[in-house]
């Protein structure tokens, strides 16, 4: 029987953690949801000697910069199949261009993402490069529904997403399908704006969209304006022929409306 070692059971890793218990795998993760404490060196090691494989879903620290993960563990890795969920964020501002796997990393605000994403290529892993994630209770229809939804009036704006569901499938499928390490971007075929994905959220609750405003009007958090700072598209084409994987959800509008119908 598989047994996956996880790094980090959070919001993400905990769907994948489902979907491999439900196909028989066996599962040990740190994190809240976990039942091996990161800081436990002991328990950790026993559980990488039993793991085939393994995943990581944990950020670089926002300090440091360094991988906590790849640097207090991985010296420790058994042989084995590596997996890490990294960010599109290494892509930085592409003016809102296409990129794929084959474009230059490392110019973005997320340097230490960058720099977490090359180190983990160097071992071998299989990079799932994510862009904005959303799916059930971490959705546009949420944020409609509880008046935090708003709309940035920034002309040509536009990023990809996925659903969580698809992030699922498209680790699953390298598992399934022997993929060679590298990367794989897995989002959506419709990179769209921030404001055309609120503007579906609401004409599905039958709402009125939030007005337009700038960003100061908005009162974005540093963070959240940073996201305004990178502006592109992403390619999954790549995903879609090595691993042989298809969304489930290729548009936000096939997403927002499976959200909504199990609301």
């Not at 042989?79 to 930085?92: D, E, I």
């Not at 405003?213 to 996201?227: I, K, V």
Request: hydrophobic share 40%; aromatic share 8%; glycine share 12%.
């Amino acid at each position: 029987m598989p047994q996956m070692f996880i790094f980090g059971l959070g919001y993400t890793a905990k769907k994948c953690a489902d979907a491999l218990i439900a196909d028989g795998w066996r599962i040990s993760a740190t994190g809240s949801d976990g039942d091996v404490d990161f800081g436990d060196r002991n328990a950790v090691l026993a559980a990488l000697r039993n793991a085939s494989h393994v995943l990581s879903s944990v950020p670089p620290d926002r300090e440091s910069g360094l991988d906590p993960v790849r640097d207090t563990y991985g010296r420790d890795f058994p042989t084995a199949w590596y997996g890490y969920l990294s960010s599109t964020g290494v892509y930085g501002d592409a003016n809102g261009a296409w990129v794929d796997e084959a474009s230059p990393t490392g110019s973005g605000r997320r340097s230490a993402r960058s720099d977490a994403d090359a180190l983990w290529l160097k071992l071998q892993a299989r990079v799932f490069r994510l862009p904005g994630i959303y799916g059930p209770g971490r959705n546009a229809l949420d944020k409609v529904r509880d008046g935090s939804a708003h709309r940035i009036d920034m002309p040509g704006q536009v990023f990809s997403r996925i659903h969580v569901d698809d992030i699922v499938n498209g680790v699953v499928s390298a598992l399934e399908s022997g993929a060679p390490e590298g990367a794989y971007n897995l989002g959506d075929d419709l990179p769209a704006s921030h404001n055309a994905v609120t503007e579906e959220a609401c004409r599905l609750l039958g709402v009125a969209p939030p007005p337009l405003q700038t960003m100061d009007e908005a009162g974005l958090s540093p963070m959240a304006r940073g996201f305004y700072a990178e502006n592109r598209r992403v390619a999954n084409g790549k995903a879609k022929r090595v691993l042989g994987w298809q969304p489930r959800y290729p548009t936000y509008r096939e997403g927002l409306r499976a959200l909504m119908a199990r609301a």
